[in-house]
């Protein structure tokens, strides 16, 4: 009887093991399965915009390391809370990701209280892609070629107005950064837009304009614009020449990079993150995908997961530091 029992309880052992791992291996089969359909990419920018430019590189690359179709989806509008706002609301099976940037990721839910997501809970990190390295720019009439130039004009009763391509734009607030650490008087001229700054810049309605480098590189290497300072931690590879503003004597100066990443909703599966992860290194390490960021002026900067997480923490004291020192509220 007692030898029956061993080998019914052994038997039964047996059935449970079987029925416990055949339970376990479709988990695992769906999990090894992904991706299994399309991935859709949401960006907040219309088609034509850098962002679009480094989402199709990218995408296009991926889709032929993992054999399906990548998906871009454009919504542009508020300042990127709706293409954050769809991608948070999305189920967490890597189907569809975010390419974020500042605007909709650090600097709007610091402007925005009342904002329907939250980034720390809502969203995975998965890398940074780019950064792409903004400058301080002058009108040659103003008769400035380097920041400490600056100075002359604030002596001779010269403004020094600055235009940004809008209020609460990452441009902005490292301007309000620059105004702390150099005690310099600027005047911020808020633009809907970079290309209209830039256009009063060449016109000679206001001396100074805080953009991006690919917006202004071709104009600066002409001789019609002269940049000033970088602002951020190293030069720009389009404008070696250019100090950064440490570099110009002001070594209290820090603002955070204008960069841009994708993102996950929370909850996706640690593996698929890191799959995504891989997937976008081993695009950029494609001299096409890379030559093609290079050449619209970005920077290529990939991180893990968890230094891109590291990152966006690190940035929010600046950005909400400048944001109360310019007193910068959301538009």
């Given at each position: 009887m007692k030898r029956l029992f061993h080998t019914a309880t052994a038997a039964s052992t047996a059935v449970?093991?079987?029925?416990?791992?055949?339970?376990a291996l479709p988990g695992k089969a769906v999990a090894q399965a992904w991706p299994s359909k399309p991935i859709r990419i949401v960006l907040g920018f219309?088609?034509?915009?850098?962002?679009?430019?480094?989402?199709?590189?990218?995408?296009?690359?991926?889709?032929?390391?993992?054999?399906q179709p990548v998906l871009i989806d454009n919504r542009a509008g508020a300042g990127g809370t709706i293409s954050a706002d769809a991608v948070a609301r999305a189920a967490?099976?890597?189907?569809?990701?975010?390419?974020?940037?500042?605007?909709?990721?650090?600097?709007?839910?610091?402007?925005?209280?009342?904002?329907?997501?939250?980034?720390?809970r809502d969203f995975a990190p998965i890398a940074q892609v780019?950064?792409?390295?903004?400058?301080?720019?002058?009108?040659?009439?103003?008769?400035?070629?380097?920041l400490a130039d600056l100075q002359t004009m604030v002596t001779a009763n010269k403004a020094l107005a600055y235009g940004s391509p809008g209020p609460g734009s990452h441009q902005h607030?490292?301007?309000?950064?620059?105004?702390?650490?150099?005690?310099?008087?600027?005047i911020?001229?808020?633009y809907k837009g970079g290309a209209p700054a830039i256009t009063d810049l060449l016109g000679g309605q206001i001396p100074l304009v805080a953009i991006t480098v690919p917006t202004v590189a071709a104009q600066v290497k002409q001789g019609r614009i002269v940049a000033l300072a970088i602002l951020g931690k190293t030069r720009s590879a389009a404008m070696p020449d250019v100090p950064t503003v440490v570099e110009a004597g002001f070594p209290q100066y820090s603002t955070p990079p204008l960069w841009q990443g994708f993102f996950a909703p929370a909850n996706t599966p640690k593996?698929?993150?890191?799959?995504?992860?891989?997937?976008?290194?081993k695009a950029l390490d494609v001299p096409e995908v890379r030559n093609s960021l290079q050449g619209s002026g970005a920077e290529v900067v990939v991180n893990s997961p968890e230094e891109f997480a590291k990152m966006l923490r690190e940035e929010t004291p600046l950005l909400t530091r400048a944001i109360q020192a310019g007193n910068v509220k959301a538009q």
């Open positions: 449970c093991l079987g029925l416990g791992l055949s339970l219309a088609p034509g915009a850098i962002t679009d430019t480094i989402a199709r590189a990218i995408g296009n690359q991926v889709s032929k390391s993992i054999g967490p099976d890597g189907y569809t990701i975010l390419l974020g940037e500042p605007g909709g990721m650090s600097i709007n839910p610091l402007l925005m209280p009342g904002i329907s997501y939250n980034v720390a780019v950064t792409l390295p903004v400058a301080l720019v002058a009108n040659p009439g103003a008769g400035v070629q380097k607030l490292s301007m309000e950064l620059l105004k702390i650490a150099t005690g310099l008087p600027f911020h001229v808020p593996d698929i993150v890191n799959r995504l992860n891989a997937e976008i290194r």
